[in-house]
């Protein structure tokens, strides 16, 4: 099969940053913290979420309530959703030169439609269409401590971000463990594979924060977007930020 | 269902000859096989029943076709289930409504129909062919395919992606020409704004942009025809000259024998 576009240069002028990792390892709070930098620098920058776009809302969500949700339907919606953001909401700001910010990415759909029973080779046939990112990088935390900072800040974890529905446990809280760790491995597998960066998301935050704006410097540099070196936010700020 | 309608003959003994009633249940054929890579999830070595698909243009004839086909199956004893395109609980409507505000592109299109299907494929035909039902599928990943060729998309992606789709025991082609076609489209329901292809041919005459589209579709159907080895009915005849043929092919399918009655239930 002809290669795949997340193997190829994407060719536009703009650059795509994406975050990926488990529920909880802290990437939607770099996410943004990359793109208020970003923004107080005076560059343009545009942010996507993985399951925002409206045209399979309502699918997704009556799919859900009534439970008529398979591995490859979730899949497939999932995929729907990034194609429509994909050709609306990223391609576009690409080709002004902006700069896309995607909270999740297609890996996520790899790491975790796998986890969920599909075919890893097919769901990574179903997103051919999908464009290399610029810089793609993985926030890896251990299971108990994603758990943790999800328990300590909204108490109840969600259906299928614990995996209910492939009836790995009834319990909630094991059910999670035990699915987010299949989606890990399927993590730890892609590094390699799609050439993702990986972030310790153990890390303090704003250390975290200090190393993936060096690692957005490095590739905005080459683009001729300058970055002065005083507008890293020292470590007090960032923390101010986060917390 | 088929079964209860089985009787038991004495071992040895000529059968008497058959009436329409006396349908005998599908013999279950070879195993069914998964398209391309399948659901890892899910085992359908087991699946006793038949898959039938029919397709064919749009306004080509086949859900007239598809229903008789059904009556005639039960009328010999066969449990009959329908399945027909975009007729999802999941996404159905979604793609009507994206088909109205003509918020797809080739990329969104492809896909909700891969969704589509999926869903009925897992919720509908998987079990009923687990049930042993005759299952008639109303188009098939061969549309898909067809579409998606005549707009371009790229062939092996779409294949992939219908990965899942569990490979029908028979296809049935209804053929036609585009002249003809336009005929009958404008006489049943008039043009469609998918249906004409309007989407490729932004601000075109619509019925330059149908007749256009139609038979770059007709083109790609006949290629598909070849390469899946689809059974070509010639869609210009009489409904009910189509539907014994069809019925033939079925009947042979089924192993069941085929009779003067068989050429006449519910036929003029």
């Known amino acids: 099969m002809a290669s795949h576009g997340l193997l190829k240069e994407h060719g536009f002028p703009g650059t795509l940053i994406v975050v990926e990792g488990i529920d909880g390892s802290g990437k939607s709070t770099q996410a943004m913290l990359i793109k208020q930098w970003l923004e107080a620098n005076g560059i343009r920058v545009f942010f996507t979420e993985w399951n925002s776009s409206s045209l399979v809302k309502n699918a997704t969500k009556m799919g859900k309530k009534k439970n008529l949700l398979t591995p490859t339907t979730f899949s497939l919606l999932h995929a729907t959703d990034f194609a429509d953001r994909l050709s609306y909401q990223v391609i576009p700001p690409l080709k002004a030169g902006m700069v896309v910010v995607a909270d999740r990415y297609a890996f ?103 190393m993936f704006r060096e690692m957005v410097r490095d590739i905005l540099d080459p683009r001729q977007i300058r970055i002065a070196h005083h507008a890293l936010v020292p470590p007090r700020t960032a923390d101010a930020l986060g917390e | 269902m ?52 029919v397709e064919g243009s749009d306004g080509v004839g086949r859900s007239t076709q598809v229903g008789l ?36 592109n080739a990329l969104t299109f492809n896909l909700l129909y891969a969704t589509d299907l999926a869903d009925r494929v897992e919720h509908e035909v998987i079990p009923a062919l687990r049930s042993g039902f005759v299952v008639l599928a109303d188009r098939y990943i061969y549309t898909a395919f067809a579409r998606a060729a005549a707009r371009r998309a790229d062939n092996e992606w779409v294949r992939a992606l219908y990965g899942f789709a569990v490979e029908p025991d028979i296809v049935f082609y209804l053929k036609i020409d585009t002249r003809t076609l336009i005929y009958r489209v404008l006489k049943s329901s008039g043009l469609d704004y998918w249906e004409a292809g309007m989407d490729q041919n932004p601000g075109c005459d619509p019925f330059d942009s149908f007749t256009r589209h139609q038979s770059k579709l007709i083109r790609e159907f006949d290629r598909l025809a070849a390469e899946f080895s689809f059974k070509t009915v010639d869609a210009r005849k009489e409904v009910s000259d189509i539907q014994r043929e069809i019925r033939e092919s079925v009947a042979g399918l089924l192993h069941i024998d085929f009779t003067e009655e068989d050429r006449m239930i519910g036929l003029k």
Request: charged share 25%.
């Open chain 2, 69 to 104: 086909l059904k009556n005639w199956l039960e009328v010999r004893g066969f449990g009959v289930a329908e399945t027909g395109w975009t007729r999802s609980v999941l996404v159905g409507e979604t793609i009507d409504l994206a088909k109205e505000g003509h918020a797809m």
């Open chain 1, 108 to 210: 996520t759909a790899f790491a975790r439609d796998t986890a969920r029973g599909v075919d890893p080779l097919w769901v990574r046939d179903v997103y051919r269409f999908a464009i290399k990112p610029d810089l793609a990088l993985y926030f890896k935390v251990p299971i108990q401590v994603s758990l943790r900072r999800i328990l300590g800040a909204r108490v109840k974890i969600k259906y299928y971000e614990a995996g209910m529905d492939t009836g790995l446990s009834d319990d909630l809280v094991e059910s999670f463990e035990l699915f987010q760790g299949r989606v890990l491995e399927e993590y730890d597998k892609m590094t390699g594979e799609f050439g993702l960066a990986v972030m310790d998301a153990t890390l303090p935050i704003t250390t975290q924060q200090q």
């Open chain 2, 2 to 53: 088929a079964a209860a309608r089985t009787r038991n003959r004495p071992s040895g003994r000529r059968p008497r000859r058959r009436t329409a009633l006396a349908g005998l249940p599908a013999q279950p054929l070879a195993g069914k096989r998964f398209f391309g890579r399948g659901l890892p999830y899910v085992d359908i070595s087991d699946l006793a029943g038949t898959l039938v698909v």
